[in-house]
Structures are given as structure tokens and as C-alpha cells.
């Protein structure tokens, strides 16, 4: 009887967490890259300068990179430009960047 009570609070949990996990928004995505993003990487995302290109990365790959800039990690020549501009973003931020980037610029 206990594991099946387990079993169901086990089930109850996951469900209501992803329940409440939505599905990044890539017009939210496209908004934030355009107000932040677009100056250094460029309006298509093929970078500028020293600015790298982002065509060609995957979402993880982009969430990733933007995660460890929000928490100050270096992660090289321009982190000093990118941990101020990740500083600010939140986790659907991040996910809602990740989503628009890796899909609109292959």
C-alpha cells in the first residue's frame, strides 16, 4: 500500500511539473535578440567584429553558454561583454533566446 501511495505522489509531482514548464515562446526570443542580441551578433546571427557567429548552434548549446554568463563565468574573450547582458535574464529568457536562435539562424 505505501509504494503504491508513493507511486501516485511520485505521478502527482511530475505531472504538475510539467504541467507548469510551457514551451519557450520564440516570438519572445525574437523580441529579446532584437533589443540585445542583434547590436554585436548581427540581425541575421552571423556575428559582427569580434562578435561569433550563433548560425548553426543548437538550443542547448545557446541556453548553456547564456546560463554560465548569468553567473559570471568566464567563458572567453568577450565574456566581459556578455556576463552584464546575461546578467538580467531569467530561465524562460534564456530558453525563449536559445529557442529563436537555433531555429532562425541554421
Given at each position: ?19 507548469s ?6 516570438s ?24 561569433p ?40 529568457d534564456?530558453?525563449n ?8 539562424f541554421q
Open positions: 500500500m505505501m509504494k503504491i501511495a508513493l507511486l501516485i505522489a511520485a505521478t502527482a509531482a511530475l505531472t504538475i511539473g510539467t504541467a514548464a510551457g514551451e519557450p515562446d520564440e519572445v526570443g525574437e523580441s529579446l535578440y532584437a533589443s540585445s542580441c542583434a547590436q554585436c551578433h548581427g540581425p541575421g546571427g552571423k556575428g559582427m567584429a569580434s562578435f557567429s550563433l548560425s548553426g548552434r543548437d538550443s542547448d548549446y545557446i541556453a548553456s553558454r547564456l546560463m554560465q554568463y548569468r553567473d559570471g563565468e568566464r567563458v572567453g574573450a568577450n565574456s566581459g561583454l556578455m556576463i552584464p547582458n546575461a546578467a538580467g535574464l531569467s530561465d524562460d534564456i530558453a533566446l536559445a529557442a529563436y536562435i537555433s531555429s532562425e
